[in-house]
């Protein structure tokens, strides 16, 4: 299909009601990682599994036929098989798959000072650079490396990434630093108590985080990230909100664990400090969603757009290659990814679910909720804005902000003259700042060894 017949295709979905589709396949839940936010982490004892070759290519074919244009291939660590992995991801573009994602914790990039580093990265990138994956991610969990180093159970592991780098931009690939938002931030967010509902406490809390991830984006930075994204606390309380994962990504640690005020002082430092670096680094997360998830943990849950999970966008686990509405609803299992029933489909879009925060899910329901409502729904689309004209505003701005991004193009450099209209005020002051990273971006493929 060309295309024109895309374009096509994806404008019939909204015009029915539904987003582009996307599909994310846990191909395994084998990981060689330590990190203690994780079900998955390598010291935990459990038979593990993953998907055969074949299988995945049915779940693409079936997922192709009913118009998904985006992949993700997950773990545990997918590029535990990276043969494997690179044959999937040239699948999916062979069969209509578009925004093909996958990611890895790292651990590639250890042993840095080895002499053949440069030539295994290359050999990575290399192979990478000749499928039609669009978006790669690497796991960055803290802005201090040793912390982050220490919870993956990889020394000097983000030193190695640094190194990498180059060489994957030299190849064309923009690698994307997926942060996982926990407590282990700085050592100042590990040591902060639980909130009592007494101010200071609170001014504390937002002030260590807004520091914290004013430090990480620096560190991605000067470790040469030209894209990130942030993944939202993942703990799932089962009793309260009835979810069972089955998806592994989960644990009840407190380092994932946050209360809802808390959330709303973290999403609203996130917000904060996005905005203070987007010029600088193309920021996935969109400060509409954020606006909504500060909404709903403040308990206005209903000014939001519920999540698209289970209607449009579907998880397969690698245990027994089913099909959830998502890793969380492991209570829902939908059968066969070939074989989905349509009145399951339709039960889903009357759910409205926002029990989680998943921001692979959330995200794109937020940015997608306002077209869908306005082609269905226009009326009620302008009185919902009337009572929070905050959200259309953000959302009109990260739509801008995904333009100047090429939609977050993991295979094209930073565009930073066009991301400069994004710099705080006192950002466009000081020209000498847009030169520097225009140049950057001129230089990059020179800085591969
Ligand atoms: S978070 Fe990722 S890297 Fe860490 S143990 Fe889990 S699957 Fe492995
Ligand atoms: S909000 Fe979305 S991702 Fe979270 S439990 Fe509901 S459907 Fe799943």
Known sequence: MGRFGETLGTLGRLFRGQAPGQLIIQLTDRCNARCPQCGMRVLNRFQRTRLDNVYVKRLLDAGARQGMRMVSFTGGEPLLFRDDLIALITYAGKVGFRYIRTGTNGFLFRNHQDPCFNDRVKSLAEALAATPLRNLWFSVDSAEPAIHDAMRGFPGVLSGIAKALPIFHAHGIYPSANVGLNRNLTQETAQLQPLTGDAAPEERFSLAFGNGLERLYRLLLDMGFTLTSACYPMSVDADASGLQAVYGATAA?????????????????????????????????????????????????????????????????????????????????????????????????????????????????????????????????VGEHRRDPQFLRLWAEDCRYARACNLYDGRRAPDYTRLQSFAPADHNKTPAVAQVLVNRAGNMAERAE
């Open 253 to 381: 640690e407190r380092l994932v664990c946050f209360s809802e005020r808390e959330k709303v002082l973290l999403y609203q430092a996130l917000a904060e400090t996005a905005k203070k670096f987007r010029s600088r680094l193309r920021i996935v997360t969109p400060l509409s969603s954020l606006h909504s998830l500060i909404n709903q943990h403040s308990g206005r849950e209903e000014q939001g757009y519920p999540c698209r999970g289970g209607i449009d966008y579907l998880f397969v686990d690698s245990v027994h290659g089913q099909t959830y509405p998502c890793g969380y609803r492991g209570a829902e299992p939908m059968g066969r990814l070939w074989e989905l029933d349509p009145q399951i489909l339709w039960a889903n879009r009357q759910t409205a679910c926002r029990r989680c925060d998943w921001e692979c899910f959330r995200d794109p329901s937020e940015l997608f909720g306002p077209l869908l409502r306005g082609l269905s729904q226009p009326m009620r689309l």
